[in-house]
């Protein structure tokens, strides 16, 4: 199936090219994070069970970057409580 049969891969080459290229010397970083299973299986129950509008869930998603990158190995249950917290201090 070629790029245009399929939607799937025909968005995200649509957002790879948005985001991804080199424009007046700027590139996006791609940011990515390592979970272990136990750790993904929690974090959806959460977002089905507890997550009631996009400002929560994008905050979950920056908490998850966040972690990754000052942690630097996969994240995992013991930084559960620090990944879900999204009220502001």
Do not use: C, W
């Not at 080459?13 to 390592?34: C, H």
């Not at 509008?53 to 000052?70: A, G, P, Y």
């Amino acid at each position: 199936m070629n790029p245009i049969e399929n939607p799937v891969l025909a968005l995200h080459n649509k957002l790879k090219e948005k985001f991804n290229t080199e424009a007046n010397g700027f590139r996006d970083p791609i940011d990515s994070v390592s979970v272990n299973i136990p750790l993904v299986i929690r974090i959806f129950e959460y977002m089905h069970e507890e997550v009631r509008d996009d400002i929560e869930l994008h905050k979950i998603v920056e908490n998850l970057i966040f972690l990754s990158k000052q942690l630097d190995r996969p994240l995992r249950m013991s930084d559960y409580s620090s990944i879900i917290a999204t009220q502001s201090q």
